[in-house]
């Protein structure tokens, strides 16, 4: 079994609209959570992390279940430039490894 | 310029051949990493390493291995390059204090005839 897993998708959306992309992980003992976005034949980015509260930054909200160990990003109002492949990356052990879904695609069609 | 810097940015090579990937940084991070992407398998760590004296095997260390020359290089090598090794590395970088995040290089893609 995969330690962290997504809906590769692809996800096709029009503009404006709304997506929500979900993650589970595998390790109860997982302690630090992120959203990181990659796009095509480049290198992945930190889009935000993910806190137990839930967080915001601008059109992007995270959430995360610790009880059943998933982890959420909403996109509101899709642009074009959205288009991109979201990793979600779930960290134990203080950092020392870090460990990726396999992404899901994400397409904003005008 | 880049603070993580990847050298080559692409090889193609034949099988048997050793190959080296270097990577620079100028972040002043302890920790460097390697990993490998794959078309649906996502990132997967080769090797990592928390200072010059640290190094330590990730999920997929078979048939690589890695040097850190310096707080600011490490660089991984494949010393018989196979087919199924083809795929697009990356070298990453963090804060020893950091709270997950990790800074990529432009990564290295590789193929192995």
């Known amino acids: 079994r995969k330690e962290v897993e997504q809906d590769p998708g692809p996800f096709n959306v029009p503009e404006g609209a709304t997506v929500a992309f979900n993650c589970t992980y595998s390790?109860?003992?997982?302690?630090?959570f992120f959203w990181y976005r990659q796009d095509c034949r480049k290198e992945p980015k930190l889009l935000m992390s993910?806190?137990?509260s839930g967080n915001e930054d601008g059109r992007f909200t995270a959430q995360l279940n610790r009880a059943s160990q998933y982890i959420s990003l909403l996109i509101r109002d899709s642009k074009l430039s959205d288009s991109a492949t979201y990793l979600c990356?779930?960290?134990?052990?203080?950092?020392?490894?870090?460990?990726f879904g396999t992404g899901t695609s994400l397409t904003v069609i005008p | 310029d880049a603070d993580v810097t990847q050298t080559p940015r692409n090889r193609i090579t034949k099988t048997g051949k050793r190959i080296m990937l270097e990577c620079s940084q100028t972040?002043?991070?302890?920790?460097m990493y390697w990993y490998r992407q794959d078309p649906g398998l996502g990132l997967q760590l080769i090797y990592y390493?928390?200072?010059?004296?640290?190094?330590n095997k990730g999920e997929i260390s078979d048939g690589y291995s890695v040097s850190r020359q310096a707080q600011a290089k490490f660089s991984l090598s494949l010393e018989s390059a196979i087919p199924n090794q083809t795929a697009l590395y990356f070298c990453?970088?963090?804060?020893?204090?950091?709270?997950?995040?990790?800074?990529f290089g432009e990564g290295s893609r590789l193929t192995v005839l």
């Open positions: 990453a970088t963090s804060h020893t204090a950091s709270t997950g995040e990790l800074f």
């Open positions: 972040k002043g991070h302890d920790r």
């Open positions: 993910v806190y137990s």
């Open positions: 390493s928390f200072d010059v004296k640290d190094i």
């Open positions: 390790n109860s003992a997982s302690q630090s």
């Open positions: 990356v779930v960290s134990w052990n203080t950092g020392n490894q870090f460990y």
